[in-house]
């Protein structure tokens, strides 16, 4: 309901005037004041969105006016965050695509028009906030009348309208991104929209937990605050999403039989389907046991219920999870469903894909290390320093400890393929300088392909957990473009296993240098999953690859020359499951053996690899390696070699060295 005007306030109190009260502008203070004693309206969320939301074409696949009928699951959702309800916070655990962004929209669509107040929304990062201002939030306001004329455009004069900022009568929307502490300390809030938590970094600038930090912002609003946890959840023990809906009252839409009328959720286990054949999709009640076609979805979801599970630990907090399985017909069948699952047997990061964006679980990561005497076996041949063919280009990670700094060189592949080319014990420690020459050497050294080029370092990580103001005095001395100082954080990231560069302060021959090194954050956590993801893979056998047969991507080969000790470095953690003193589940890597050196060196250079940007480079780039290299292709006849600068450190016979312009 809008607020009256003056001039209606004028009409309904005759009597009311300035004279009355003895100073200029009295009146309308007290009618202001009147209109901020009144109540909270009586309208739900679902019920403004089905009268005033109306979806742009450039934001949604459906434009038009917004009908809650299309997904009725989200119904109640809206609804508890309209101010009528007591619920405070509302947590939602999905899967991807099921509507649960615009019902957050819809919310703020709601608040602006009929429930003014402070609001703050938080995406992962600032950039995603300017994306999603842009992209959601502006037609949002565009398309709907009532908000354009709270929200003045950007272009007129003192309208309070930027990227980041919508001023409104009686509130303001914040957008801010979880890796700015600044923003989500900026200004008290009584509405928090919280999207894609999971997402979130560990800590904010440092600065602590950034859900913390923004639910802090609403504590002054008491009762009255509404909180609103958005996410689609990633790994079990580590997911924030997760962690609060088991601390919530677990609410699973029940949804009636076709046939039976038996009240159920939808599991993905009861969704059947021939096998190779996704096209015969179709779900098994679990009263009759009779199946159920695609097309009866649209009469369950509308009779659907949302039903508590388990107790909450806070009576003020609900919990809700939904799948795709419940996906709207038109939107995700059940038949695609079936047809990703398939595709994404035999690869574990494809059914951790499928778990997460589609089932809306957390997928367990075992990191079981392999056993390192099943390594030796499966050791292969290869002189020390040598690339093996399919090796494209090289990365090394440093270790640094207080007598020695330890040092793998690894080649890389496409898919991520990669051989161990070579192990160095850097004698000394940081405190003698020889040992850092040593390493500067290193740094103009090259290796010898085996189609007969020489290939140089394309990124050196080094750790900067021991001695870092000397490590970050030999990265300056040397220079940035070729080092990468690395911090090794714990936990896993979704988003980006690497973030960075940022500038940080040095000590450089006793002197601070302001914002002198530049360091990358790497979430180990992701590496050494990875890691032992990739050495427990089945591959072919010899005689299998010797008639042509290749290893699936992420292969990691190991040369007869690494001994046992190295082998048992490389497998001296594992991942465990601890419990909190709140209860909750943690994963937390513990060592197995007291060294592990190998596993460090090997994370720091999969950093590298990531940093010199493998992880995304298209087919062009791979193919131009293997031109470079004359490394024969599966599309026919090996390639003529490109000629690089030379920069070899030692006398040697005149051979190709490549150091490809992707890597600088």
Known sequence: MSAPSSTASRRSDPGLDDDLFGFDGAAALIRAWSRGLRPDPDLTVSSWADRHRKLASRASAEPGQYRTARTPYMREIMD??????????????????????????????FVIHQAPGPMLAVQPTVELAKRNSRQRIDPLIDESPDLRERVKPARSRDAGN???????????????????????????????????????????????????????????????RKVFLVSTPTIRGLSRIEREFEASDQRRYFVPCPHCDAMQWLKFERLRWEKGRPETAEYLCEGCERPIAEHHKTRMLEHGEWRATATAADPATVGYHLSALYSPVGWLSWQRIARAHEAARGS?????????????????????????????????????????????????????????????????????????????????????????????????????????????????????????????????????????????????????????????????????????????????????????????????????????????????????????????????????????????????????????????TRVYARAAAWIAGADRWPEARWADLEAQLGVATSDGPEAGAATAPSVPTRPMPRRRTVRSSYMR
């Not at 101010?83 to 695509?97: E, H, L, S, W």
């Not at 303001?172 to 300390?185: E, K």
């Open 80 to 109: 508890r965050l309209s101010p009528g309800d007591p619920t405070q916070r509302i947590v939602f655990m999905k899967a991807a695509q099921v509507g649960a962004t615009e019902a957050g929209n819809n919310w703020i669509g």
């Open 348 to 600: 574990d990061e494809a059914m951790r894909a499928f778990r997460n964006t589609i089932l809306g679980e957390t997928w367990m990561e075992t990191g079981e290390a392999p056993d390192w005497q099943r390594l030796a076996d499966r050791r292969e041949a290869w002189p020390p320093g040598t690339v093996p063919e399919r090796g494209l280009f090289l990365t090394a990670g440093a270790d640094v400890q207080k007598d020695r700094i330890e040092v793998d060189v690894w080649a890389w592949g496409r898919g991520l393929e990669s051989w161990l080319v070579d192990h160095l014990v850097l004698e000394g420690g940081p405190g003698d300088p020889a040992c850092w020459q040593q390493l500067t050497d290193l740094l103009g050294r090259v290796w010898q392909h085996e189609r007969g080029s020489h290939l140089a370092l394309a990124r050196l990580a080094i750790d900067t957990g021991y001695e870092t103001s000397a490590v970050y005095a030999w990265s300056r001395q040397v220079g940035f473009s070729q080092v990468a100082p690395v911090k090794g954080v714990e936990g896993f990231t979704r988003t980006s296993p690497v973030t960075g560069p940022t500038y940080v302060d040095a000590t450089v021959a006793g002197k601070r240098l302001r914002r002198g090194a530049r360091l990358w954050t790497v979430a180990t956590s992701t590496f050494k999953a990875e890691t032992y993801r990739f050495l427990r893979q089945d591959r072919p056998t010899r005689e299998e690859q010797a008639v042509g047969a290749l290893c699936p991507p992420g292969t990691i080969h190991l040369p007869d020359w690494a001994d046992g000790e190295w082998l048992k470095q490389l497998t001296a953690e594992q991942l465990v499951t601890v419990r909190t003193k709140r209860g909750f589940a943690r994963l937390e890597w513990q060592k197995l053996r007291e060294r592990n050196e190998a596993l460090d």
């Open 162 to 224: 930027t990227m980041l900022s919508k001023e409104f009568a009686g509130g303001i929307l914040i957008m801010t991104g979880a890796n700015s502490a600044v923003g989500l300390r900026s200004t008290p809030a009584r509405y928090i929209f919280l999207d894609e938590v999971d997402a979130y970094p560990a800590s904010a600038d440092e600065e602590g937990d950034p859900v913390t930090l923004a639910e802090a912002r609403s504590l002054t609003f008491a009762h009255r």
